[in-house]
C-alpha cells in the first residue's frame, strides 16, 4: 500500500464501540463499494466504503464484513470474506491480500473466501433477530438508478430472510466518526501535510498566462509522491471570475495578469481526507481591491473559526459567522446599513455575495458524516470557510482550514499553509527571483 500502516488497534476499538451500540442478538453485514466501469475494458478507480474501511481497515472490493458479538463462538464475533487468488486472477491482476494479510490489517483472526459467505450467514440467520445493513445515508448523497453493491445485498437479505428485523449501520456510523481518535487525526494531519507541498509547488509555478490545470497539476504531483491515494475531491483551480462559480473545476483557463486564483483542494490519506482554500495573485502581488477583499475574508476566517468549539450549535456557528461577513460586506462597500434593515429575512441582502455554509465535518469523507443537530464536540474535525464573491468585479475569495475541536477551542490543523497576504507575495517574489 501507498501509505504507512496504521495501527490495527484503531480498527478493534472502532468495532468494539460499533458493537457496543448494536441491539441485543444482531449483526452487522458492511460490502465494500464496486469497481465501477467506464469504457471498453476500462474501469474508474476503486474507492472503498467508507464504514468498511472504518471497522476493517480492508481496502480491496469485493469484501464483506459481518460482526455478530453476540455469537455462541468467539470466532464468529466479526468475520471478513474476502475474494480468493487464483492462476488468472495472478496473472492479470496480481496478488489480492492473503487471509494472513486481512488479519494483519484488520485484526479479525476469522477471514473466510467470499464464496462461503451465503452458506454462513444461513447459520447466522437461524439464530439472530435483527440485521443492521448498509446504506448510503449522507445528507448530500449521490443517488443512481444502478444499484450499488450495498442495494444489492439489502435485496438479497430480504429475499432470503424476510421475517428478520432490519436496523442501518449508518444510524451508528453517523455517531461514531464524527468524533476523531488520536490515530485519524494523524491522518488528517498528514493528508494537510501533502496539501501543503502541493501549494508550495503552485506559488512556484503560478505566473501571467498559466493555464488553471497546470496548477493543479502541482497538487496531483504532490499527492502521488507523497504517497496519498487520490485528491479528496476533484481540485477547484479558478481564476477571475470562475471563482464566482463555487464548485467550478473545468480548470481550462487561462490566468490571466492582474486576476486572483482561487485554489480549493484536499488530499486523501490512507482514505482520510484534508479540505483547505487558498487565493493567490497571478502576478505575485495582490491589487488594493483584491487585498481589501482577502483581509475580509481572512478576518470572518480567524474571528468566525473561534466559534468552533464544544457545545455550539450548528446553525447557531454559521448564524455569526454570516453576521461577520456581512459587517465585511458594508465595509467593502457591497451592501449599505439600509439593505439590511430592509431586507427579506428570507433571502438577505448578504446572500448576493455569500450564499454558503461555513463548516462541515471532515474524515472518511471530505463532508464526513455526522448530524448538524448534534452539539460540536472535543475530538470533531470541522472545516472553516467563509468567503466573499463579486462577480460584477471578477473576484472571488474564499479561506479554508481544517480544526480539531478540543476542551480550549480548537487547533488549526492547516497552520502551516501560508495564508498572510505578505507571507504569500513573499513566497512568490523569493521562489521566482
Not at 457496543?20 to 474508474?44: G, R, Y
Not at 476493517?56 to 455469537?71: C, F
Request: hydrophobic letters at 35%; a negative charge; aromatic letters at 10%.
Amino acid at each position: 500500500m501507498r501509505y504507512d500502516t496504521i495501527p490495527v488497534s484503531l480498527f478493534v476499538e472502532n468495532r468494539k464501540r460499533f458493537a457496543d451500540k448494536m441491539q441485543a442478538n444482531s449483526l452487522a453485514i458492511l460490502t465494500s463499494n464496486d469497481v465501477m466501469p467506464n469504457n471498453a475494458d476500462d474501469v474508474m478507480g476503486f474507492a472503498q466504503n467508507n464504514d468498511l474501511f472504518y471497522l476493517s481497515g480492508i481496502e480491496q472490493d469485493e469484501t464483506i464484513l459481518v460482526l455478530y458479538p453476540e455469537a455462541f463462538k468467539e470466532e464468529n464475533r466479526a468475520i471478513l470474506f474476502v475474494k480468493e487468488v487464483n492462476e488468472q486472477t495472478l496473472i492479470w491482476e496480481g496478488d489480492f491480500l492473503t487471509k494472513e494479510q486481512v488479519t494483519a490489517i484488520s485484526g479479525i483472526k476469522n477471514v473466510k473466501w467470499i464464496h462461503e459467505f451465503e452458506k454462513t450467514m444461513q447459520l447466522f440467520a437461524f439464530e439472530s433477530d435483527v440485521f443492521y445493513l448498509g446504506h448510503n445515508e449522507h445528507i448530500k448523497r449521490v443517488t443512481s438508478e444502478i444499484k450499488t453493491r450495498q442495494d444489492r445485498m439489502i435485496d438479497w437479505c430480504k429475499e432470503k430472510y424476510p421475517l428478520h428485523k432490519y436496523d442501518r449501520v449508518a444510524k451508528i456510523t453517523r455517531d461514531l466518526r464524527p468524533i476523531k481518535s488520536s490515530e485519524e487525526i494523524d491522518l488528517i494531519k498528514k493528508a494537510v501535510e501533502i496539501s501543503i507541498k502541493g501549494f508550495e509547488g503552485v506559488l512556484k509555478t503560478i505566473r501571467p498566462n498559466i493555464k488553471e490545470y497546470e496548477l493543479e497539476a502541482e497538487l496531483a504531483h504532490a499527492y502521488i509522491k507523497n504517497g496519498a491515494t487520490r485528491h479528496a475531491f476533484k481540485p477547484i483551480v479558478a481564476s477571475g471570475k470562475n471563482a464566482c462559480a463555487l464548485h467550478y473545476n473545468t480548470n481550462d483557463s487561462v490566468c490571466k495578469d492582474n486576476e486572483m486564483v482561487l485554489i480549493d483542494f484536499g488530499v486523501c490519506y490512507a482514505n482520510y481526507n484534508s479540505d483547505t482554500t487558498r487565493c493567490v495573485p497571478v502576478n505575485g502581488v495582490f491589487s488594493p481591491r483584491q487585498k481589501a477583499v482577502y483581509q475580509s475574508v481572512l478576518y470572518c476566517l480567524k474571528e468566525g473559526s473561534k466559534l468552533l468549539k464544544p457545545g455550539v450549535l450548528s446553525k447557531d456557528y454559521e448564524l455569526q459567522m454570516a453576521k461577520l461577513i456581512e459587517a465585511e460586506l458594508v465595509k467593502l462597500g457591497l451592501i449599505t446599513k439600509e439593505e439590511i434593515a430592509n431586507q427579506n429575512p428570507e433571502n438577505p441582502a448578504y446572500k448576493k455575495y455569500f450564499m454558503h455554509g461555513t463548516a462541515h465535518h471532515l474524515g472518511l469523507d471530505v463532508h464526513d458524516v455526522g448530524l448538524y443537530s448534534r452539539p460540536f464536540e472535543k475530538g470533531m474535525v470541522l472545516t472553516c470557510e467563509p468567503g466573499i464573491y463579486i462577480r460584477e468585479e471578477g473576484i472571488g475569495c474564499r479561506l479554508e482550514n481544517d480544526y480539531l475541536l478540543t476542551d480550549d477551542g480548537n487547533i488549526n490543523l492547516s497552520e502551516a499553509l501560508p495564508i498572510e497576504i505578505e507571507e504569500i507575495e513573499s513566497l512568490i517574489k523569493n521562489i521566482n527571483q
